[in-house]
């Protein structure tokens, strides 16, 4: 404290006014390398375009991004013909971007190439031509306007980096939800086109058919026996089996666990081949039985650490004072742990149910007859490569996937976190 | 009038030829008769003349027409002087005839092996092959006569029941046997091992090994067992055709899996594949991370929700869309106003398959990362702050080498999913563009490679081999990774 103390009154106020550049000049400075390379993304869809003249325009808006980026790193106090020089760059670049877009063809993609081209430059004369950065750049402010900047900025630069944020976010969300957007208008318009603006024509043709189509039910019913199955199954394994891990200490507890850890971390390609072979001596090829013990014993190890994790939050004392009224193990398992850890145990079981619907690679190598199809590989199939039903795909998908994302959504806290402690800690 | 009479006539005796032409007047099918094949039996009223030609017609509806079926076979009436004639079972689909007695004839064959029956024939009974199995065909059989005129039988349908597998009668008995011998030696090794707490005293876990019993037992004979058999399969000779009777051929399947034309190709590209995908998950999990990592972030729990739908989502689903947003006609080249076919073209298509899983991958790292965010101390963050320590040097040095435990464990899980993350490229491009026939394609990873190896071409000896091979290579990559980041978080 003392040192810092004596430092600070060493500065000469003069050094502490030097020190001080305001925010909007320093989000600025951080902006303009993102403008620069979206530019060069612009470039590159330009190119890809085979449109001369827009690679031109665009590579003039890269160097002039560049030139107002260097600007912007010159400027400091004193410096009122730099400032100056960006409002009129940025101005020439506002210019430049309308030119572009004032003609040639208006889709999506252009829209958000035109905000990134406007924008910045609108923001950059905005920004620099405020009172308190020609102040600045003029060199004549005092100590005091110094200092109160310092406390501004930290203001401002806080509402600054919520806009930083929010646009990163914005952009990841508009990448995340495009396709699914897409998928939605595949669905409702008529036809197998996948071309086409959004939402022009709406029909329903594809749910009607997908619905009144057999194989689809079939499918459900297959999947909904294996998912079922497994979850039933995996949890008639896992309960037991983390309830000892969480409780008892026996000999050969650790290899046991450790062994449990070695089959999550083992990549499911070295065992495929084998799997097969013994599902097919055995006669389990194209059954359901085949499909949940596979998916079961698959999901074990996760579920087991999921539930030896929330078995390990029941406090030890209950069960302790259930021993002394008199309760054996097996009736203080069903009757207190087993009522306690309810909401633990539908969550394990959501999670293999979902990591039974979802899959696909076991189910397509497995179930190769049409009718024992789950819904992964039925679904996949409909896109094969002698008929491409896009539309009856996009419908079915939705209406699979619909239950699946709310489920997963309403417990993505509870799923979440069972999944890293089973997977990260462990 | 004479004229208009001499025409009458003249159509009259046109016409003539029709009326007493054959026609075929019961068709019967007797169904499967073999590997996606039907019988078909036809007579013909009359004896059949020269130069009349019998089609056969099939279609998936009943036939009315032949214009909304297909031409399946043809059956000439001719002159089968100089022709073959090949016995039975010696030509791939048999075809007999009749002339009216009990005796059927092999039919007599054109060098291009259209069936020529000898005039007079009144009865014909041919294998129609190729047909898809389990799938009802309706058929049908066009007489055309010399004349030009043509009758269409009735249609009658049939279908080829027989499975497209070959059946393989594999003996069950040594899978059954060693099933059992593991479940056994697992009950007893419990056994043992409770008798062993018990003599120590231990009874508080007097059902401890009953509650793992079951589980120890599924994931031996269900996991482990598995295992083994792969690694023993490696050294075998086990494929599609004689399974059950494999003899141990030593490291051959190891030099077939070393010595693949483009081995180094595809485990180069799986690398690249897994280490792109895994540095843009973790960079862009960061980025969304911290970006999410505020409490008066407005709509927070609606970004993080939004973000969270490529996870939600069935992978399978979203790989599907995506393949068909990159489809030459798909929302891609309307969004970007490009011509691009990129799955057609092979670096296109590894670029386009790198992006999909990306965009697949995010979400599990975004999570996992907030949930290591939150966990790091807040009074470090504010020292920081009062400090004047800029945004990014606090991202470098307090956030960065805070994270490092985290960030080591769930990058090695990301590489080893990544890895072995079938679906994306199965669904995608199925290893193509380029696919070869005895190496991998320019998009094939080791796992989708070895799909191939052992259910298209059923070598299945190889393709243990090949997975042994892959375990390997995840193991020495997963040691030394740990054994560097371990040293070098023994210097910091």
């Given at each position: 404290?003392?040192?810092?103390?004596?430092?600070?009154?060493?500065?000469?106020?003069?050094?502490?006014?030097?020190?001080?550049?305001?925010?909007?000049?320093?989000?600025?400075?951080?902006?303009?390398?993102?403008?620069?390379?979206?530019?060069?993304?612009?470039?590159?869809?330009?190119?890809?375009?085979?449109?001369?003249?827009?690679?031109?325009?665009?590579?003039?808006?890269?160097?002039?991004?560049?030139?107002?980026?260097?600007?912007?790193?010159?400027?400091?106090?004193?410096?009122?013909?730099?400032?100056?020089?960006?409002?009129?760059?940025?101005?020439?670049?506002?210019?430049?971007?309308?030119?572009?877009?004032?003609?040639?063809?208006?889709?999506?993609?252009?829209?958000?190439?035109?905000?990134?081209?406007?924008?910045?430059?609108?923001?950059?004369?905005?920004?620099?031509?405020?009172?308190?950065?020609?102040?600045?750049?003029?060199?004549?402010?005092?100590?005091?306007?110094?200092?109160?900047?310092?406390?501004?900025?930290?203001?401002?630069?806080?509402?600054?980096?919520?806009?930083?944020?929010?646009?990163?976010?914005?952009?990841?969300?508009?990448?995340?939800?495009?396709?699914?957007?897409?998928?939605?208008?595949?669905?409702?318009?008529?036809?197998?086109?996948?071309?086409?603006?959004?939402?022009?024509?709406?029909?329903?043709?594809?749910?009607?058919?997908?619905?009144?189509?057999?194989?689809?039910?079939?499918?459900?019913?297959?999947?909904?026996?294996?998912?079922?199955?497994?979850?039933?199954?995996?949890?008639?394994?896992?309960?037991?089996?983390?309830?000892?891990?969480?409780?008892?200490?026996?000999?050969?507890?650790?290899?046991?666990?450790?062994?449990?850890?070695?089959?999550?971390?083992?990549?499911?390609?070295?065992?495929?081949?084998?799997?097969?072979?013994?599902?097919?001596?055995?006669?389990?090829?194209?059954?359901?039985?085949?499909?949940?013990?596979?998916?079961?014993?698959?999901?074990?190890?996760?579920?087991?650490?999921?539930?030896?994790?929330?078995?390990?939050?029941?406090?030890?004392?209950?069960?302790?004072?259930?021993?002394?009224?008199?309760?054996?193990?097996?009736?203080?398992?069903?009757?207190?742990?087993?009522?306690?850890?309810?909401?633990?145990?539908?969550?394990?079981?959501?999670?293999?149910?979902?990591?039974?619907?979802?899959?696909?690679?076991?189910?397509?190598?497995?179930?190769?007859?049409?009718?024992?199809?789950?819904?992964?590989?039925?679904?996949?199939?409909?896109?094969?490569?002698?008929?491409?039903?896009?539309?009856?795909?996009?419908?079915?998908?939705?209406?699979?996937?619909?239950?699946?994302?709310?489920?997963?959504?309403?417990?993505?806290?509870?799923?979440?976190?069972?999944?890293?402690?089973?997977?990260?800690?462990? | 009038?004479?004229?208009?009479?001499?025409?009458?006539?003249?159509?009259?005796?046109?016409?003539?030829?029709?009326?007493?032409?054959?026609?075929?007047?019961?068709?019967?099918?007797?169904?499967?008769?073999?590997?996606?094949?039907?019988?078909?039996?036809?007579?013909?009223?009359?004896?059949?003349?020269?130069?009349?030609?019998?089609?056969?017609?099939?279609?998936?509806?009943?036939?009315?027409?032949?214009?909304?079926?297909?031409?399946?076979?043809?059956?000439?009436?001719?002159?089968?002087?100089?022709?073959?004639?090949?016995?039975?079972?010696?030509?791939?689909?048999?075809?007999?005839?009749?002339?009216?007695?009990?005796?059927?004839?092999?039919?007599?064959?054109?060098?291009?092996?259209?069936?020529?029956?000898?005039?007079?024939?009144?009865?014909?009974?041919?294998?129609?092959?190729?047909?898809?199995?389990?799938?009802?065909?309706?058929?049908?059989?066009?007489?055309?006569?010399?004349?030009?005129?043509?009758?269409?039988?009735?249609?009658?349908?049939?279908?080829?029941?027989?499975?497209?597998?070959?059946?393989?009668?594999?003996?069950?008995?040594?899978?059954?046997?060693?099933?059992?011998?593991?479940?056994?030696?697992?009950?007893?090794?419990?056994?043992?091992?409770?008798?062993?707490?018990?003599?120590?005293?231990?009874?508080?876990?007097?059902?401890?090994?009953?509650?793992?019993?079951?589980?120890?037992?599924?994931?031996?004979?269900?996991?482990?067992?598995?295992?083994?058999?792969?690694?023993?399969?490696?050294?075998?000779?086990?494929?599609?055709?004689?399974?059950?009777?494999?003899?141990?051929?030593?490291?051959?399947?190891?030099?077939?899996?070393?010595?693949?034309?483009?081995?180094?190709?595809?485990?180069?590209?799986?690398?690249?594949?897994?280490?792109?995908?895994?540095?843009?998950?973790?960079?862009?999990?960061?980025?969304?991370?911290?970006?999410?990592?505020?409490?008066?972030l407005r709509g927070r729990s609606a970004y993080r929700t939004a973000l969270l739908l490529p996870w939600a989502i069935p992978s399978y689903i979203s790989v599907l869309v995506w393949r068909g947003l990159y489809e030459p006609t798909g929302a891609l080249n309307d969004f970007l106003g490009t011509d691009l076919n990129l799955l057609a073209d092979p670096n296109g298509a590894k670029i386009v398959v790198i992006l999909v899983n990306i965009?697949?991958?995010?979400?599990?790292?975004?999570?996992?990362?907030?949930?290591?965010?939150?966990?790091?101390?807040?009074?470090?963050?504010?020292?920081?702050?009062?400090?004047?320590?800029?945004?990014?040097?606090?991202?470098?040095?307090?956030?960065?080498?805070?994270?490092?435990?985290?960030?080591?464990?769930?990058?090695?899980?990301?590489?080893?999913?990544?890895?072995?993350?079938?679906?994306?490229?199965?669904?995608?491009?199925?290893?193509?563009?380029?696919?070869?026939?005895?190496?991998?394609?320019?998009?094939?990873?080791?796992?989708?490679?070895?799909?191939?190896?052992?259910?298209?071409?059923?070598?299945?000896?190889?393709?243990?081999?090949?997975?042994?091979?892959?375990?390997?290579?995840?193991?020495?990559?997963?040691?030394?990774?740990?054994?560097?980041?371990?040293?070098?978080?023994?210097?910091?």
């Amino acid at each position: 404290m003392i040192s810092t103390k004596t430092v600070a009154t060493e500065i000469h106020d003069d050094l502490a006014s030097r020190w001080y550049v305001p925010a909007e000049v320093e989000s600025l400075r951080k902006l303009y390398p993102i403008v620069v390379l979206i530019n060069f993304v612009s470039l590159g869809i330009f190119v890809l375009r085979n449109d001369s003249e827009s690679i031109f325009s665009s590579s003039m808006q890269i160097v002039v991004s560049i030139v107002i980026l260097f600007l912007l790193s010159k400027l400091d106090q004193g410096q009122r013909f730099i400032r100056d020089g960006v409002i009129a760059i940025s101005g020439l670049t506002i210019l430049l971007s309308v030119l572009q877009f004032s003609s040639g063809p208006q889709i999506i993609i252009d829209y958000w190439m035109m905000l990134w081209t406007t924008i910045p430059p609108l923001l950059v004369i905005y920004s620099v031509s405020k009172p308190i950065v020609t102040l600045w750049a003029s060199g004549n402010q005092t100590v005091r306007s110094a200092e109160l900047g310092l406390f501004r900025n930290r203001k401002v630069s806080r509402i600054h980096g919520m806009i930083f944020r929010h646009i990163a976010l914005l952009h990841a969300v508009g990448f995340v939800v495009l396709p699914i957007l897409w998928i939605i208008d595949v669905a409702v318009s008529p036809g197998n086109s996948l071309g086409g603006d959004f939402f022009d024509a709406m029909t329903l043709e594809h749910f009607n058919h997908i619905l009144s189509s057999e194989s689809f039910w079939i499918w459900t019913r297959n999947s909904i026996i294996v998912s079922v199955g497994t979850t039933l199954l995996g949890l008639a394994l896992a309960i037991p089996a983390g309830y000892a891990f969480s409780r008892f200490k026996f000999r050969g507890r650790d290899f046991a666990m450790f062994s449990f850890l070695l089959v999550q971390m083992f990549p499911g390609v070295i065992i495929l081949v084998p799997y097969f072979l013994v599902m097919k001596a055995l006669g389990l090829l194209n059954t359901s039985i085949g499909l949940i013990l596979a998916y079961s014993v698959t999901a074990l190890p996760l579920c087991v650490w999921m539930l030896k994790g929330f078995f390990d939050t029941v406090p030890k004392e209950l069960e302790e004072a259930a021993l002394v009224d008199g309760c054996n193990q097996n009736q203080v398992f069903w009757r207190i742990i087993l009522p306690l850890s309810l909401p633990a145990v539908a969550v394990t079981a959501l999670f293999s149910f979902l990591a039974a619907w979802n899959e696909f690679l076991l189910a397509l190598t497995f179930n190769t007859s049409e009718e024992m199809y789950t819904l992964p590989v039925g679904l996949a199939s409909l896109i094969s490569s002698t008929g491409q039903a896009w539309g009856d795909f996009a419908a079915a998908s939705l209406l699979v996937s619909l239950p699946v994302v709310v489920l997963f959504i309403a417990f993505q806290r509870f799923l979440i976190e069972g999944l890293s402690a089973g997977g990260v800690k462990g | 009038m004479n004229r208009v009479f001499l025409i009458a006539i003249f159509s009259f005796l046109l016409l003539l030829p029709i009326s007493h032409a054959s026609e075929v007047t019961s068709l019967e099918s007797d169904g499967d008769v073999g590997y996606r094949q039907v019988g078909l039996m036809w007579s013909t009223d009359i004896p059949s003349e020269e130069g009349t030609i019998f089609e056969v017609w099939i279609s998936n509806e009943t036939i009315i027409e032949i214009s909304n079926a297909t031409k399946h076979s043809l059956v000439r009436v001719g002159n089968v002087s100089n022709l073959l004639q090949p016995g039975i079972g010696e030509w791939y689909d048999d075809c007999q005839y009749s002339i009216g007695d009990e005796n059927w004839n092999p039919v007599y064959r054109e060098l291009d092996g259209t069936a020529v029956i000898p005039p007079g024939a009144i009865g014909v009974n041919c294998t129609l092959s190729g047909i898809s199995s389990g799938l009802e065909i309706h058929i049908a059989v066009l007489s055309i006569n010399p004349s030009g005129g043509s009758i269409l039988s009735s249609s009658i349908s049939s279908s080829s029941t027989s499975s497209d597998e070959e059946i393989i009668v594999i003996e069950t008995s040594p899978y059954i046997f060693a099933i059992g011998s593991i479940a056994l030696s697992i009950f007893i090794l419990l056994f043992v091992l409770r008798w062993m707490d018990y003599r120590e005293g231990r009874t508080t876990s007097r059902f401890a090994h009953l509650y793992i019993a079951p589980a120890i037992l599924a994931l031996s004979v269900l996991t482990f067992y598995p295992v083994l058999y792969g690694i023993w399969l490696s050294f075998t000779n086990a494929d599609q055709s004689h399974l059950g009777d494999q003899s141990i051929i030593g490291f051959d399947n190891f030099i077939t899996v070393i010595s693949t034309s483009g081995f180094l190709r595809v485990t180069g590209f799986t690398l690249v594949w897994s280490v792109v995908n895994v540095v843009a998950h973790i960079g862009f999990g960061l980025l969304l991370a911290i970006a999410l990592n505020s409490n008066d972030l407005r709509g927070r729990s609606a970004y993080r929700t939004a973000l969270l739908l490529p996870w939600a989502i069935p992978s399978y689903i979203s790989v599907l869309v995506w393949r068909g947003l990159y489809e030459p006609t798909g929302a891609l080249n309307d969004f970007l106003g490009t011509d691009l076919n990129l799955l057609a073209d092979p670096n296109g298509a590894k670029i386009v398959v790198i992006l999909v899983n990306i965009w697949l991958g995010i979400p599990f790292m975004m999570m996992s990362i907030s949930g290591a965010l939150q966990a790091l101390p807040k009074d470090m963050y504010e020292a920081a702050e009062v400090d004047g320590i800029s945004n990014f040097s606090r991202f470098r040095y307090l956030t960065l080498p805070n994270l490092k435990s985290a960030l080591v464990p769930l990058s090695l899980l990301g590489f080893i999913w990544t890895f072995n993350m079938f679906n994306v490229i199965y669904l995608m491009t199925d290893g193509g563009p380029n696919l070869d026939f005895d190496g991998p394609g320019s998009t094939d990873i080791l796992i989708t490679y070895v799909y191939d190896v052992a259910f298209r071409d059923g070598a299945y000896g190889v393709a243990a081999a090949w997975s042994v091979v892959i375990f390997l290579m995840l193991v020495v990559f997963s040691w030394t990774y740990m054994k560097k980041t371990n040293a070098t978080e023994a210097v910091t």
